[in-house]
């Protein structure tokens, strides 16, 4: 590995986790969709920066694009108050108009500005090692390097400093505005730091794996976990991970490092969501799949509670009356004989003991709903897990 | 050029008049298919759907190596549907909500196309420049065919769109009420979706995929403001869209170093600024009129009140009083005591007001009609 190999990937790092903290509230916070938004409408304020500064690295581009980002979340908010479209109409309307503005601005100048919207969009993460910070005929490093490296200093040292408000502002904004934090400057915190994030990434990654590095990482590690302090660690880590997994898939396939990074975050995220534990696809279809043939189970038990007469409880009889196809009676029919819940007597089915008693408990619990009585009944069945 | 001069260019210029009709056509079936899109809340979907189809772009270009747009905006079509239903998947089946999804899928879609398509671009074959066309729209490079295409599948839009009006309107506003009465609403909202898509798809080429979600809102948004009705609202809105697409032709065809794309952008965004302003019901400025001359006419209520107040107090009720009394009073000004004089309420003789025998009536009416109000 070259000095360049490894700089790009502590620089894709160092994003990745910028973006990570963030993206976890934004995603907790509903509103992972402003990301998308800041990401296309900061493009105004970079060009005007550029204008003014003629450097894409210097600090004063960095916050008037960080400006607009803001003024794009404060616009989408003026709107959505008019009453006028919802919100989700409200970004879609402000960042298209904000980042075509951006676009013009370009075009018009393009003879006397060195600035590509490919590159603001796309970002090139191969050519950052060569913008190298000089000082004093030192070489310090690439700025890139320098400027994440400053932003996720602060946005860590933000994050310790305001974890309980941003907690308690996220989960409950009734709560966190009753104790005194007001949940406004919190909420406009966030943004602006999603916004600088957003501006100080977009050189290095392009402004759209910036989106996906602050979402993606985010929505995989919520379907891992509940508790957010685990899911800022999973989501952190789920970023590095990627951004260095997707930097040796673009180098073998000799093609975008942005590209790459987020086609692994793709990948980890289907990984996820079909194989997750307990909230992934499968998992999820199996519990319902389960659920369902309690339900039937249930109802089968319940039949027969309610019928003494022999013609009512006759195996072949059951499927007409309960209205089940073979196969389905046939699996509930077996279900129920597993767990000696019912017993075949020259085809006409009775509860056992334990089929009656499992029965009542199962009325009482439906009528009058109290978890208390069936806290043992949780470990054998899917229905009763809430 | 002048305006004359213009408009007989977009009748013999081959260019100018396929992009125009091309743009106009995209601008009516996007703004027609965004009104519901708009109406479903499902605004945000247009971008992600205009990300989603980038890969699919990348894919059909290296399994068939041409650059037939036709084919191109097949897989787009493909892509973009995967895109649509993956979203809704994660949505039903986990508890990540819509916002993330949507964002989930446009980023990680797009990143993958990005790797296509540099994946494409590092190939020998040279056949591959114009793929990043797609990122940001040229309609300079639409032709004939294209706005062909254009045509036959806003034709589509528009059957299927009047055979199916009474369904979509259903289950626009009532889905639950729509599936009790039968309707298969799955079916109904594929159709609708995939129709979105569709119409997203074929914009790509002119506007380009990250401002595609305005040419699908903008239109409808600005449509919304003038009317609660969804045919007239669907009608202004490719009415709108058709309209933006034609003048942001001819605004970017008379400048240098402007692409289509943005400036259609602008224009279907100026339509919505004056739609937010101007509309007469929902509209802002006239909200902000209602608000000033509902103050101003409680102001005269409470003026009325407190002169009937005092007059009650005297036998005569058009005893005169001096007008230093009501100072006391805020509700008073110069111009509301006018508009009482000339409503007849009140007469004034030099400093001194009088309540006529019409305002006193009417100013002791003023609790009762107020108390029958809040009945």
């Known amino acids: 590995m070259s000095s360049a190999q490894i700089e790009i990937q502590i620089i894709a790092s160092l994003v990745a986790i910028a973006c990570a903290i963030p993206g976890t509230f934004l995603v907790l916070r509903k509103m992972a969709m402003i990301s998308d938004a800041i990401s296309h409408s900061i493009l105004p304020g970079i060009v005007v920066g550029f204008f003014i500064t003629q450097d894409l690295n210097s600090p004063l581009l960095i916050l008037l694009a960080a400006l607009t980002g803001i003024i794009t979340v404060v616009l989408v908010e003026y709107i959505q108050k008019t009453g006028l479209v919802k919100e989700d109409t409200a970004i879609g309307l402000v ?86 934090f007001s949940p406004s400057v919190i909420h406009y915190g966030l943004m602006s730091v999603s916004s600088i994030t957003t501006v100080g990434a977009f050189d290095a990654v392009g402004a759209i794996l910036v989106v996906a590095l602050m979402i993606a990482p985010a929505a995989t590690a919520y379907l891992l976990t509940n508790n957010l302090k685990r899911m800022l660690i999973y989501s952190i880590s789920f970023g590095v991970f990627s951004a260095i997994s997707g930097y040796w898939l673009a180098h073998g396939l000799d093609a975008s490092i942005a590209g790459s990074i987020t086609t692994m975050l793709g990948v980890l995220f289907l990984a996820v969501y079909l194989f997750a534990p307990s909230k992934g696809v499968i998992a999820v279809m199996y519990r319902e799949k389960q659920q369902r043939t309690e339900v039937s189970l249930l109802t089968f038990l319940l039949h027969l509670k309610n019928h003494t007469e022999e013609s009512e409880r006759h195996v072949n009889h059951l499927n007409e009356h309960i209205n089940w196809q073979k196969v389905r009676s046939k699996t509930v029919l077996d279900l129920a004989l597993k767990n000696n819940m019912i017993q075949l007597d020259k085809n006409i089915v009775s509860l056992t003991e334990k089929g009656d008693h499992f029965t009542s408990q199962a009325i009482d619990y439906i009528i009058t709903n109290e978890d208390g009585k069936i806290e043992h009944m949780k470990d054998d069945f899917f229905l009763f897990r809430g | 050029m002048d305006l004359t001069e213009y408009i007989k260019l977009v009748f013999t210029d081959y260019t100018l008049r ?60 493909i892509s973009g549907l995967i895109g649509t239903f993956w979203i809704r998947g994660i949505i039903s089946k986990t508890h990540l909500k819509s916002d993330t999804a949507l964002g989930l899928i446009l980023s990680l879609f797009f990143g993958f196309g990005m790797l296509l398509l540099t994946f494409i671009q590092k190939q020998p074959n040279a056949n591959q420049a114009g793929l990043d066309k797609y ?100 009608f202004l809105s490719a009415i709108f869209g058709a309209f933006s697409g034609v003048f942001g032709t001819a605004i970017s065809a008379s400048q240098n170093n402007l692409s289509t794309g943005p400036v259609i952008v602008i224009i279907a965004g100026v339509f919505v600024l004056v739609s937010f302003i101007f509309s007469p019901s929902r509209g802002l400025l006239f909200k902000q009129i209602r608000f000033l001359k509902n103050r101003r006419d409680l102001q005269l209520h409470k003026t009325l009140a407190f002169m009937f107040r005092i007059a009650e107090t005297h036998e005569n009720i058009s005893h005169p009083h001096a007008i230093k009394i009501l100072n006391n009073f805020q509700g008073f000004t110069k111009r509301t005591l006018q508009k009482l004089v000339s409503k007849n309420y009140v007469k004034l003789d030099g400093t001194m007001w009088s309540l006529t025998e019409k305002g006193f009536k009417i100013a002791s009416n003023l609790y009762n009609q107020q108390n029958n109000n809040n009945e």
């Open chain 2, 135 to 234: 990122l940001f729209g040229q309609a300079a490079t639409l032709v004939e065919s294209d706005v062909w295409m254009m045509a036959i599948v806003t034709g589509l839009c528009l059957f299927v769109l009047l055979l199916f009006w009474k369904e979509f309107k259903i289950l626009l506003f009532d889905a639950d009420y729509t599936k009790t009465l039968g309707f298969n609403t799955k079916l109904i909202d594929i159709l609708i979706t995939s129709f979105i898509v569709l119409a997203i798809v074929l914009g790509l080429q002119t506007v380009g995929v990250v401002l595609m979600s305005a040419m699908l809102l903008a239109p409808a948004a600005a449509a919304r403001q003038w009317t609660n009705s969804l045919s007239i609202m669907v």
């Open chain 2, 18 to 77: 396929t992009i125009t009709l091309g743009t106009a056509i995209l601008g009516a079936v996007t703004g027609m298919l965004g009104s519901f899109a708009v109406l479903r809340k499902q605004s945000l979907l247009g971008d992600a759907i205009s990300h989603a189809a980038l890969p699919g772009i990348a894919i059909a270009f290296l399994i068939t190596g041409a650059k037939d747009s036709n084919i191109l905006l097949l897989g787009a079509l």
């Open chain 1, 95 to 180: 960042f298209p108009i904000l980042f075509s503005i951006g676009v013009i601005m370009i075009a018009k100048n393009a003879n006397d500005v060195h600035l590509d919207v490919d590159a603001v969009l796309l970002g090139e993460l191969a050519f950052a090692p060569f913008d190298r910070l000089i000082v004093s005929g030192i070489d310090m490093g690439p700025k890139s390097l320098w400027i994440i490296g400053s932003i996720l200093i602060i946005t860590i040292g933000l994050l310790f400093a305001f974890f309980k408000e941003l907690k308690i502002s996220t989960f409950d904004a009734g709560l966190a505005a009753s104790l005194g």
